[in-house]
């Protein structure tokens, strides 16, 4: 990775595998995912292209399997970690906000306007409820800011998701 531009090149890559929109469909990636196992070769790469979570409820799921997936395909070739390449996708930014929503200044608008784009589904996935984000929404910073630090634990619970 370039320090300065944070570009990536790939470069002597046969294939470049692309994964596009997951949105925790969990059957289905877990489909591509034999897929890649029996064709990815050593020379290849494999780039997801965001929106691995979102709009479903096995985003954890989906997640968990994405990892595996990654840390298969590294043991197998003793890839370089860089083989496997993640970008960010609009589910992944909301989220990642989310986990942040104590220093939001309108709590509640926001997380009603993630919610509309597919947030909730995700947070359902670590087992929390929407209406209790909700009510939080309009209890102040600190119980937000504990809200948000059980989040983290949740996510964190989980190897990988939260380096991802």
């Not at 890649?36 to 780039?47: A, G, T």
Request: charged share 25%; glycine share 4%.
């Amino acid at each position: 990775v370039d320090k300065e531009s944070h570009f990536l090149e790939i470069k002597n890559s046969k294939k470049i595998w692309a994964i596009g929109s997951i949105h925790s469909r969990f059957k289905a990636f877990n489909s591509i995912k034999e897929h890649l196992l029996k064709k990815f070769r050593e020379e290849d790469h494999l780039v997801f292209l965001g929106n691995i979570i979102g709009l479903r409820q096995e985003s954890k799921e989906t997640l968990n399997s994405v990892i595996d997936l990654r840390n298969q395909l590294l043991a197998k070739f003793c890839l370089n970690p860089n083989k496997v390449i993640f970008l960010r996708g609009a589910q992944e930014e909301m989220f990642l906000k989310l986990l942040q929503l104590q220093t939001a200044p309108n709590p509640l608008d926001i997380v009603l306007w993630m919610f509309s784009h597919g947030v909730d589904a995700t947070i359902e996935s670590y087992g929390f409820k929407k209406k209790e984000v909700l009510d939080i929404t309009t209890q102040g910073t600190l119980a937000i800011s504990k809200w948000t630090t059980k989040l983290n634990k949740a996510v964190s619970s989980n190897p990988g998701h939260k380096q991802y």
